[in-house]
């Protein structure tokens, strides 16, 4: 059921981390959470363009603000599923 609804969920995600507003991208990211293990399962483009707008983000920042963890949280989130999956074709 999850990777039915990533499909509708995921679009509204990446358009908000692509957002200008920096509170609307926390937000996009914060929501990423609870899916990453379904995200990295899903390999290929799609966990290739979610983590490099969260990337970019982070490249981007200025200073350390609040959402600057949501961010964080969410990168290393989407790492770990990674590692506890196995899958040596992303690191």
Do not use: N
């Amino acid at each position: 059921m999850l990777p039915d609804l990533l499909g509708c969920i995921l679009p509204a995600c990446k358009a908000g981390l692509e957002d200008p507003d920096d509170d609307v991208r926390a937000v996009a990211a914060d929501a990423l959470i609870p899916t990453s293990a379904a995200i990295v399962s899903m390999k290929g483009r799609t966990l290739h363009s979610i983590v490099m707008l969260l990337w970019d983000i982070l490249l981007d920042l200025d200073d350390l603000s609040p959402s600057t963890s949501r961010y964080i949280y969410t990168m290393g989130d989407l790492v770990f599923a990674l590692f506890f999956l196995g899958d040596k074709q992303y690191y």
